[in-house]
């Protein structure tokens, strides 16, 4: 038994690890974040401070290879706006850490809605 687990950790681990062959669209990227669309409601958002990012298959990311998504994009200024059919996200350019949180003084630097007709993620208390 502990064999056949050890042999299915060591196949998991290597598929996880190998380099994918194709990767998604990146809809924005910049030299700290990179925004990649999964489908019409989810995005991943990446930041790498030194503008790094891992390509390669890894446990939280095993999939890295999606279909085209129909979005709207666009940049002005220090704005960028990515508009799918079920949300619309803005993010302020300025190299800091991707973070909802921002001074009572200041705009949000990263903000997204559902579009008319989609609901709201449901916030848990954590």
Known sequence: MKLNIRLLA????TFALMPSTAQAEEVY???TVRFTLIDEGTIRLEYAPDGKFVDNKSFVAVIREYGSVP????????????????FKLT???DGAPLSPRTSASSPPR???CPLPG?????????
């Open 71 to 86: 979005h709207k994009a666009s940049t002005s200024g220090s704005k960028v706006v990515i508009t799918t059919g079920k």
């Open 110 to 112: 990263l903000s997204a």
């Open 29 to 31: 990227r910049d030299n």
């Open 10 to 13: 060591s196949v998991l681990l």
């Open 118 to 126: 989609h609901p709201a993620p449901s916030r848990r208390a954590t």
């Open 91 to 93: 993010y302020k350019k």
